[in-house]
């Protein structure tokens, strides 16, 4: 059938467009890190997610259009080679397997850690939630957020999609270390992180055979807590430097084995430990200078 060859140029065109917006932020992330203007770069790596999900989009729209212009040009000039009918028509089956497989083992692996976390979470104390209030009114979120705690958390987290909530493990926090972490999660909501990995996530599913949509998922989160990590320093005003910062931060570290992909994964000890570093040779005054990608 027709719409095989279509899907295979449509699969295989917007993951070469993908792999390009990537190869391209990939060049100006290392000349703006050189240069200590650590700030555009988790902007710009956002940008590369319409090249991957636009095209394709697009492609699915327009193969279910009526079979006349331009539109279906690609389909009659190859649907007369049956080589070409049986190859893209085996490549499309190798696809669809390979997607049902990535879908699976995700929603097996998040659904299993999410109904735990549900099944174990308590409301936050009244305290804790007040303060969450005070910090997300002070950072403009207007969506309400609660707080949760649960003995099975391994490090503090924002999850969920539509209706968000903290989820904090079950440790004596003081004051101070409560306050960074809360201002970090509400930070995160703050970017729009959450839906950004919804969609990465999405497009590692799609696009398993392509290197790029694994190593998108893994830079966003890598990226997305650096820029959090900025963020709360300079804008939140929640610390007065990031000795104090990264002090809390480490205080709710934990390890974890079986975090799904598309969570956080940079908030352990070595990806702490990077971020120090990066963060350390960081220059605010040049890195607020404009910069046009």
Same mark, same amino acid.
């Given at each position: 059938?027709?719409?095989?060859?279509?899907?295979?140029?449509?699969?295989?065109?917007?993951?070469?467009?993908?792999?390009?917006?990537?190869?391209? =932020?990939?060049?100006?992330?290392?000349?703006?890190?050189?240069?200590?203007? &650590?700030?555009?770069? $988790?902007?710009?790596? *956002?940008?590369?997610?319409?090249? %991957?999900?636009?095209?394709?989009?697009? #492609?699915?729209?327009?193969?279910?259009?009526?079979?006349?212009?331009?539109?279906?040009?690609?389909?009659?000039?190859?649907?007369?080679?049956?080589?070409?009918?049986? &190859?893209?028509?085996?490549?499309?089956?190798?696809?669809?397997?390979?997607?049902? %497989?990535?879908?699976?083992? $995700?929603?097996?692996?998040?659904?299993?850690?999410?109904?735990?976390?549900?099944?174990?979470?308590?409301?936050?104390?009244? #305290?804790?939630?007040?303060?969450?209030?005070?910090?997300?009114?002070?950072?403009?979120?207007?969506?309400?957020?609660?707080?949760?705690?649960?003995?099975?958390? =391994?490090?503090?987290?924002?999850?969920?999609?539509?209706?968000?909530?903290?989820?904090?493990?079950?440790?004596?926090?003081?004051?101070?270390?409560?306050?960074?972490?809360?201002?970090?999660?509400?930070?995160?909501?703050?970017?729009?992180?959450?839906?950004?990995?919804?969609? #990465?996530?999405?497009?590692?599913?799609?696009?398993?055979?392509?290197?790029?949509?694994?190593?998108? &998922?893994?830079?966003?989160?890598?990226?997305?807590?650096? *820029?959090?990590?900025?963020?709360?320093?300079?804008?939140? #005003?929640?610390?007065?430097? %990031?000795?104090?910062?990264?002090?809390?931060? &480490?205080?709710?570290?934990?390890?974890?084995?079986?975090?799904?992909?598309?969570?956080?994964? %940079?908030?352990?000890?070595?990806?702490?430990?990077?971020?120090?570093?990066?963060?350390?040779?960081?220059?605010?005054?040049?890195?607020?200078?404009?910069?046009?990608?």
């Amino acid at each position: 059938m027709i719409w095989t060859i279509r899907l295979c140029f449509m699969l295989a065109l917007t993951s070469l467009s993908g792999t390009f917006a990537y190869l391209a =932020w990939k060049i100006c992330q290392v000349y703006l890190q050189r240069r200590k203007m &650590l700030r555009w770069i $988790y902007p710009m790596l *956002a940008m590369v997610e319409p090249f %991957f999900v636009l095209p394709f989009v697009c #492609g699915m729209a327009s193969m279910f259009q009526k079979e006349t212009g331009a539109s279906m040009t690609i389909g009659y000039a190859l649907m007369g080679d049956r080589n070409v009918y049986l &190859l893209c028509t085996s490549l499309s089956l190798v696809w669809a397997g390979g997607a049902c %497989f990535y879908l699976l083992r $995700y929603v097996r692996t998040s659904w299993r850690v999410y109904w735990r976390l549900w099944r174990t979470r308590v409301p936050a104390e009244a #305290g804790v939630q007040r303060l969450a209030d005070e910090i997300r009114a002070r950072l403009g979120i207007r969506q309400q957020i609660r707080v949760y705690v649960s003995p099975v958390m =391994w490090t503090p987290m924002v999850i969920n999609g539509l209706h968000k909530w903290i989820l904090l493990p079950e440790q004596d926090w003081d004051r101070r270390e409560l306050e960074v972490i809360l201002c970090h999660e509400l930070t995160h909501v703050k970017q729009r992180i959450i839906p950004l990995k919804a969609v #990465g996530s999405l497009m590692r599913i799609v696009y398993w055979f392509t290197p790029v949509s694994h190593l998108y &998922l893994d830079a966003l989160d890598e990226w997305g807590e650096t *820029a959090c990590d900025l963020s709360v320093r300079y804008d939140a #005003g929640c610390v007065a430097d %990031f000795r104090e910062y990264f002090f809390a931060v &480490l205080a709710g570290v934990r390890m974890a084995d079986d975090e799904p992909a598309g969570w956080t994964q %940079f908030a352990k000890v070595k990806g702490v430990e990077k971020r120090i570093m990066r963060i350390s040779k960081y220059e605010r005054e040049r890195d607020l200078r404009p910069v046009v990608g």
